[in-house]
């Protein structure tokens, strides 16, 4: 059973910094897109940040500078590294994983989501 298990949101100040962890089962490579979503309430979940087996990484144009995604094959996670946070960055924060199926259907995988509160 695939499992994305999300860590590290919490409440930090404007301007500061956060690492969010996703935890993959299986192997990573198993993914044709790894990302992390936002979601408000209200809100539809937004895309973030998206990086994919091949190819090149993809940011929301309200993070891009500020955000890092990367893949950490030694332990098996897909790290979102935020800095500079604003108050508008708060949500909870999903982490996704795609697969391609042989029949070209695919199959979205996501985690349970974590907190981030970006506030003075």
């Not at 198993?30 to 990086?51: D, H, I, M």
């Not at 893949?71 to 708060?90: C, F, G, H, W, Y």
């Not at 029949?103 to 003075?120: A, D, E, R």
Request: with cysteine; proline share 4%; net charge positive.
């Amino acid at each position: 059973q695939v499992q994305l298990v999300e860590s590290g949101g919490g409440l930090v100040q404007p301007g500061g910094s956060l690492r969010l962890s996703c935890a993959v089962s299986g192997s990573i490579f198993s993914f044709s897109v790894l990302g992390w979503y936002r979601q408000v309430p209200g809100n539809q979940r937004e895309l973030v940040a998206s990086t994919p087996r091949f190819g090149s990484t993809r940011y929301s144009d309200s993070v891009q500078g500020r955000f890092t995604i990367s893949r950490d094959i030694a332990k098996n996670t897909v790290d979102l590294q935020m800095n500079s946070l604003k108050p508008e960055d708060t949500g909870v924060y999903y982490c996704n994983g795609e697969r391609m199926m042989p029949t070209g259907s695919k199959l979205n995988y996501w985690g349970q989501g974590t907190q981030v509160t970006v506030s003075s």
